[in-house]
């Protein structure tokens, strides 16, 4: 209903496009760069000079900039799906920057800004406006109903966002909602998740966790391989010794200028991998960190019996965690797909857990049959008889 689904799928291929095209153009140009300047070792006002340098360099920065514009999009992409998922589960119709930035952990500045970027490729149907003095996203028009499957009583959305029925007390919810012309339900399948984390989690969580733990241990290890060659072919580099005794056993070898020009190249590439794998370690030991916080959140979910929980009850991966520390570790969680079949929202002015919230759209509620033909408030399923909206406008 949010999404620019066509332009989307149309980015995803080009930003694929644009990361292995920069990929390439960075290696080639700085292979070639490393080349020019073995050979002309000693020369680098020849080497600054050379027809290619330019080029290379050209080529090099458009590599940068396809790199950075590609990541950029991919992660506007990832915001785009997380806004739109949100919108989906509101009922108001108008949601408050601050109750975006609580739930993203943003400033609402920003949350301001990229929604205003977002409407011009990724996403449709809101608006960014001022109501009463208070700047808001206006969302499409909706009209919805809120009802307990198990006694089928009409709930207001307030007693929904509690997750237990004012009547029975079952915690079986689901609304049905009507915008735009398409028909969707908001359902939870909180018994699927009962004592099963699994539920809660990635797939192959565990495999996940050895696989990074065994990426970091190859890491580190190549790290300090080159490292320990760097050093070593620095130390040789000025090492007369050395160079005497490759210049009378090498025949390739015809001056001490080429011998250090061949040791100058292998402690460039040593460099530079070095500099590859710093950051991928990094970003390894972040991702161990956060599977290790997706497990323990998945734990306390599978244990949980209604579908709305409060953010600050989530236990802590590190009883030295703050709070804000801690919902910032689970919105990566679930920002990296770590977490599924929960969302962080804010309902009656409290920050929550969803849990199992499911969001089923242009099917029948009751027996999951397509929704054909024109959707309205009076509509009924053709195949189950069912009256899928009996809806109320919203205020």
């Given at each position: 209903?949010?999404l ?12 694929v ?27 680098f006002?020849?080497?600054i000079?050379?027809k ?14 396809l790199?950075?514009?590609?990541q950029?999009?991919?992660?506007r992409?990832?915001?785009?799906n ?17 109750e ?5 952990g ?16 990724y ?8 109501i009463d003095g ?7 028009s909706k009209k ?5 499957k198990?006694?089928?009583?009409q ?7 509690t997750?237990?029925?004012a009547?029975?007390?079952s ?8 915008t ?7 359902t939870?399948s909180l ?6 984390p ?25 790290t300090?391989?080159?490292?320990a ?13 050395y ?9 390739h070898a015809?001056s001490f200028a ?15 991998i070095i ?18 916080v ?6 306390y ?7 709305f929980?409060?953010?600050s ?7 030295l965690q703050?709070?804000?520390t801690?919902?910032?570790?689970v919105?990566?969680a679930?920002r ?6 929960s ?6 002015d409290k920050l ?5 919230k499911?969001?089923?759209?242009d ?6 049959a ?8 009076h509509?009924?399923?053709?195949y ?11 205020k």
């Amino acid at each position: 209903m949010y999404l620019k689904e066509k332009m989307i799928r149309f980015l995803k291929i080009r930003n694929v496009i644009f990361a292995v095209i920069s990929i390439f153009n960075i290696i080639t140009s700085t292979s070639i760069l490393i080349s020019l300047t073995k050979y002309y070792w000693g020369d680098f006002d020849t080497v600054i000079h050379a027809k290619a340098t330019p080029s290379c360099v050209a080529d090099i920065i458009i590599g940068i900039i396809l790199l950075v514009i590609s990541q950029k999009s991919k992660r506007r992409i990832q915001d785009a799906n997380f806004y739109s998922g949100y919108f989906e589960g509101n009922l108001d119709g108008y949601i408050e920057y601050s109750e975006l930035a609580e739930v993203t952990g943003q400033t609402e500045k920003k949350v301001k800004k990229q929604l205003s970027s977002l409407s011009r490729f990724y996403m449709k149907n809101y608006e960014l406006k001022t109501i009463d003095g208070t700047e808001q996203i206006a969302l499409s028009s909706k009209k919805y109903t809120c009802e307990c499957k198990s006694c089928g009583a009409q709930i207001e959305k307030s007693i929904y966002f509690t997750g237990v029925c004012a009547y029975c007390g079952s915690s079986d919810l689901f609304a049905n909602v009507l915008t735009n012309d398409r028909f969707y339900s908001i359902t939870n399948s909180l018994s699927d998740g009962i004592q099963k984390p699994q539920y809660y989690s990635a797939k192959n969580l565990n495999r996940k966790k050895v696989f990074f733990i065994l990426l970091l241990a190859l890491g580190i290890f190549t790290t300090i391989l080159f490292s320990a060659m760097f050093m070593d072919y620095m130390g040789k580099y000025n090492d007369k010794e050395y160079l005497t005794k490759v210049l009378l056993s090498d025949i390739h070898a015809s001056s001490f200028a080429n011998i250090k020009a061949d040791l100058a190249e292998m402690m460039i590439w040593d460099v530079i991998i070095i500099a590859a794998f710093i950051p991928i370690i990094r970003n390894r030991i972040k991702k161990i960190k956060h599977l290790h916080v997706a497990q323990i959140c998945s734990e306390y979910f599978s244990k949980c019996r209604i579908p709305f929980i409060n953010a600050s009850d989530i236990p802590s991966a590190n009883m030295l965690q703050d709070k804000n520390t801690k919902l910032e570790k689970v919105r990566t969680a679930l920002r990296y797909g770590y977490l599924k079949n929960s969302t962080l929202e804010k309902h009656n002015d409290k920050l929550v857990i969803a849990l199992a919230k499911k969001i089923v759209k242009d099917r029948c509620p009751s027996c999951a049959a397509p929704i054909t033909g024109a959707v309205d408030e009076h509509y009924r399923c053709q195949y189950c008889n069912n009256m899928i909206m009996n809806v109320i406008i919203k205020k």
